[in-house]
């Protein structure tokens, strides 16, 4: 059976596969994002979120829980006005950031990264070889705001939502209330495109169907 790592920590994440029927475990890695991006220096948003899901992939992929298995690294940035925008972390950067949206347009960057740990012989219980498969590709969605008045931006920002998602912003949680429209992948904006995993997983001669559950 094709074993599938998710190496991120976030629920939306594997709630997402989970709700898509694909079948994964979760072993976070320890990647300074700070200081990937540091040792790259600055690259543009697009390439950002590529840069730290492999970074986070590989990371994981060294691993001897890893082997045998692929593994999926994902990181989104979000792009305002020519800017990349991560985790605001505090509640200043978070309503400075929230303030300038509103009413307004960016695009969320969702980078993906496979690594394929299966030997490329074959394992001894007659497992399919792996492919030697490490890959990327990035799903963008443009996402258009609403007007937000200072009150609820206060109130959502007190809920501590916003603190830890790309772009201060959800989706699929409280924030959808403030996203007036999405023009492309709204898994992307999640924060994983499953049909962007389906096109990675099949480089690395894997169907998506492998991953669904038996019948």
Do not use: C, F, W
């Given at each position: 059976?094709?074993?599938?790592?998710?190496?991120?920590?976030?629920?939306?994440?594997?709630?997402?596969?989970?709700?898509?029927?694909?079948?994964?475990?979760?072993?976070?890695?320890?990647?300074?994002?700070?200081?990937?991006?540091?040792?790259?220096?600055?690259?543009?948003?697009?390439?950002?979120a590529l840069l730290l899901a492999r970074a986070k992939a590989e990371a994981v992929a060294a691993l001897p829980e890893a082997e045998g298995a692929l593994v999926l690294g994902c990181d989104s940035v979000f792009e305002f006005d020519g800017e990349a925008h991560g985790k605001p972390y505090t509640p200043d950067i978070a309503r400075e950031r929230m303030l300038r949206m509103s009413g307004n347009a960016g695009v969320l960057h969702t980078g993906h990264w496979l690594v394929d740990c299966r030997d490329t012989d074959g394992d001894d219980d007659g497992g399919e070889p792996g492919s030697g498969a490490t890959l990327g590709a990035v799903a963008s969605a443009a996402v258009a705001f609403m007007e937000m008045d200072p009150e609820e931006i206060e109130a959502y920002i007190a809920t501590g939502e916003p603190l830890h998602c790309a772009g201060s912003f959800t989706i699929d949680g409280l924030g959808g209330a403030f996203i007036r429209k999405v023009d492309g992948d709204p898994h992307a904006v999640v924060g994983l495109s499953v049909s962007t995993l389906?096109?990675?997983?099949?480089?690395?001669?894997?169907?998506?169907?492998?991953?669904w559950p038996a019948p």
């Open positions: 059976m094709v074993r599938l790592i998710l190496a991120s920590q976030s629920p939306a994440r594997t709630k997402l596969l989970a709700e898509a029927g694909i079948q994964h475990s979760v072993l976070v890695s320890d990647v300074d994002e700070a200081a990937v991006q540091a040792r790259y220096g600055v690259t543009d948003p697009h390439d950002t389906r096109g990675l997983l099949a480089s690395a001669n894997v169907r998506i169907t492998d991953l």
